[in-house]
């Protein structure tokens, strides 16, 4: 059992790989001790030391004397003593904002629930992960909560989440929930973070934690593009190879709050969870509420073990389906080939030229339905524009299958434009409140998925295309945020519950799809990466990394992607040189090298590519089909920063060591710069490694130690090795 409760301490240790975590009670108070190296079982109680360090803050009455605002305290509700940010608010019927949680009872089973709802990982058996259970109670209220610790003892991580249940007869509001908090007992670390906009996503800030609140309050109905749903903890030396390293992601898709807080008494706390100002919830007598999951994870051995241990954990029990563990198939998406401007005959065309070169799908972007010939209208209205398909869809599908190439096409549905038929028919059925205007972001407007309705409507609507089978592939894409936020379904004093209610609609919405059409690949977009986050992972395995599709730029956005998401989850796509959003003119072999780490594919006509770079991509296609597997499956090492250096480099290896993939691209010429050379990480020290392109032979030691020449002259030059033990 990765979870033991020893009743002499009252101690709950929960065993992740080679950390533990370790929490007491005492008094009904559940006492945060230890998350750290893996301790022997033992009893830890003596690292709850009471200092008593008052300060202003209130002794709480009839609790053993506890100066609460001086304890690390598991799972902390407002309104006794404990003036740190909560991890719980309650306003009950009487308008009062306590909520005394005390300790009622636990249980540990093997396995792991699913929360209702809501996306989180999952077991393919109880073997792999135990779930404690431990319930607290207010008893004035009858609010109970049951938080859920579930431990997957084999992948170093645990999993937590709330369940709130309303036991007493009248209801209460929830003002704020969130899913995992832990105290720390000393403010020497850093906090890391995502920040980013769109086309410039998940740049890393690491700072110093300071004393009052680092908080990441995204409440743009989004997980967005802005800061991404984690949040870390570190030591100040911690690097890629050394050093503790505590995380914190979400498993959600929307607005979220992240804080890292430095106390009074030089302790922290750091929570993640539901947007603390955007969210509430009325939870009548009898009713329970989950919150999302939140995924937490530590290591002693730096970001590269870190960023393992996510990578493995969400690409094989977040990710579901058929592609999970397939190679993905190789695309060519028509958005930055044609943008608008397409009919079937140009995309037969292009798919003729698919077939030649090898693609295995070729993807009909933006522009397919209604009558949208530019960004204003029709999102709605999920029929086929007659104009560029007077035959629909199947004339393309058809031409594409007898070539062997698969047909995906691109879907807003969570959107409405105000000039599409669905708007005129249903005005009420997007976010909005009566008599305010209704701010339009792309000329679009956001339906309300908490809707059932909706949700029925957009099901019928698009399994109407997808129901005979011709569509291999979906892009889901999301390009606005959420402003004049209400719901005309709901009452006055539901109202803040309207972004939480789209998410589960929109969640339950996928369900269904992705159930009812198992062999279409989904992929996630959000203006590129505005939502990539493991919520919208659990049920489509890719994710559009960025509508930054220049490769330098892509090294950055890559790079900070990677520190919790794996690689088989960004897709990555050759472009056009020049670059259409950078004007960046970068040789094809340095495109490739970028688009070859994640989910592979072209965003390019090809029947307009230069001759000598045409000629090169069937050779392309093929090293991702031969190497495709590794590439996706096997483990990510970030070698080079691009962040701070005038290069990036980074490398794949299989797990059986036997091939490592590595990519090295020079971003900034320095005069007479350094003898640059890479060394590697994750190989068989004593092996011996051939280079697939030079046949030059390398032992492992070499490797990983001096490591390989890398190009010093040429702005954008880059290289790619392929290492085979022989
Ligand atoms: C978003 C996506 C792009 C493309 C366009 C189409 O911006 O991120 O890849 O699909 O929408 O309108």
New binding site residues.
């Given amino acids: 059992m990765a979870i033991t409760y020893t009743p002499e301490c009252r101690q709950f240790k929960l065993d992740a790989k080679d950390t533990s975590y370790i929490f007491i009670e005492r008094d009904g108070f559940l006492l945060h001790l230890y998350w750290g190296a893996k301790l022997s079982d033992c009893d830890c109680s003596y690292m709850f030391r009471e200092q008593g360090r008052a300060a202003f803050s209130p002794r709480m009455e009839n609790c053993g004397g506890f100066i609460l605002d001086d304890v690390p305290l598991e799972y902390p509700a407002w309104g006794r003593g404990d003036m740190r940010s909560p991890a719980l608010e309650v306003i009950n019927a009487d308008g009062s904002d306590i909520c005394d949680l005390r300790y009622k009872c636990h249980k540990i089973i093997k396995g792991k629930p699913r929360i209702p709802g809501l996306p989180s990982t999952y077991v393919e058996s109880d073997d792999e992960c135990d779930t404690l259970v431990v319930t607290l109670r207010d008893d004035v209220t009858g609010v109970e909560a049951d938080l859920y610790y579930c431990v997957y003892g084999e992948l170093g991580v645990i999993t937590r989440y709330t369940a709130l249940r309303n036991t007493g007869k009248e209801s209460v509001n929830i003002a704020k929930i969130a899913s995992a908090s832990v105290d720390f007992d000393n403010i020497r670390y850093d906090v890391i973070s995502n920040f980013g906009t769109h086309c410039r996503e998940r740049n890393i800030e690491r700072t110093p934690l300071h004393h009052g609140d680092y908080v990441m309050d995204v409440r743009r109905g989004a997980s967005s593009h802005v800061h991404n749903p984690f949040i870390i903890l570190c030591d100040h030396t911690a690097d890629e190879t050394s050093g503790n390293v505590y995380g914190m992601m979400l498993a959600y898709s929307g607005s979220f709050t992240a804080r890292a807080s430095a106390n009074q008494f030089d302790t922290a706390r750091v929570q993640i969870g539901l947007n603390e100002r955007e969210f509430g919830w009325k939870l009548g007598s009898g009713e329970t509420f989950y919150a999302p999951e939140a995924i937490m994870c530590c290591t002693t051995k730096g970001f590269d073990e870190f960023s393992y241990r996510l990578h493995t954990l969400l690409r094989t029990r977040m990710c579901r389906g058929k592609y999970r563990d397939v190679r993905r198939p190789v695309l060519l998406n028509s958005?930055e080939a044609c943008y608008f401007s397409f009919d079937v005959e140009r995309l037969k065309k292009i798919g003729a030229a698919c077939a030649d070169l090898g693609f295995e799908l070729m993807v009909i972007?933006?522009g397919w339905f209604g009558k949208r010939d530019t960004?204003n209208c029709s999102l709605g209205d999920w029929v086929v524009d007659k104009k560029k398909f007077p035959n629909g869809l199947h004339e393309i599908s058809d031409f594409l299958a007898e070539r062997g190439v698969g047909l995906g096409i691109?879907f807003e549905p969570e959107m409405i434009s105000p000039d599409s038929d669905l708007y005129r028919a249903h005005p009420d059925w997007c976010i909005h409140i009566d008599g305010r205007p209704r701010s339009e972001g792309r000329n679009q407007l956001i339906l309300d998925l908490g809707r059932q309705e909706v949700c029925d409507y957009l099901y019928d609507s698009i399994s109407a295309i997808l129901r005979d089978g011709s569509i291999k592939y979906v892009?889901w894409?999301f390009?606005r945020n959420m402003t004049e936020v209400g719901s005309a379904a709901l009452p006055a004093d539901r109202q803040k519950e309207t972004t939480h209610r789209c998410y589960l609609g929109l969640y339950s919405l996928l369900e269904r799809l992705t159930n009812d059409y198992k062999d279409v690949l989904f992929e996630s977009?959000s203006?590129?990466g505005g939502r990539f986050d493991a919520g919208m992972l659990y049920y489509m395995p890719q994710v559009?990394t960025s509508?930054n599709s220049d490769a330098i730029e892509r090294l950055r956005i890559q790079y900070g992607t990677s520190l919790c998401y794996p690689m088989s989850a960004m897709s990555a796509h050759v472009s056009a040189s020049p670059n259409h959003q950078t004007a960046h003119v970068t040789p094809y072999e340095t495109r490739l090298t970028v688009a070859l780490t994640g989910s592979f594919g072209f965003e390019l006509d090809p029947t307009e590519m230069p001759d000598d770079e045409r000629n090169r991509v069937t050779d392309s296609i093929n090293l991702f089909k031969e190497y495709g597997d590794v590439l996706q499956k096997g483990r990510y090492h970030r070698l080079r920063n691009p962040h701070d250096e005038t290069c990036a480099a980074w490398c794949t290896v299989s797990h059986d060591k036997k091939v490592c993939i590595a990519g090295y691209v020079l971003t900034h010429v320095r005069m007479y710069g350094n003898n640059e050379r890479v060394a590697l990480r994750g190989l068989e020290p004593k092996a011996k490694y051939k280079e697939k392109f030079t046949g030059a032979v390398y032992t492992g030691e070499q490797l990983m130690n001096f490591g390989f020449h890398a190009p010093t002259t040429l702005e954008y030059r880059s290289i790619l090795c392929i290492f085979e033990q022989i």
């Fill in positions: 958005w972007d933006d960004d691109w892009k894409d390009n977009c203006g590129g559009w509508d």
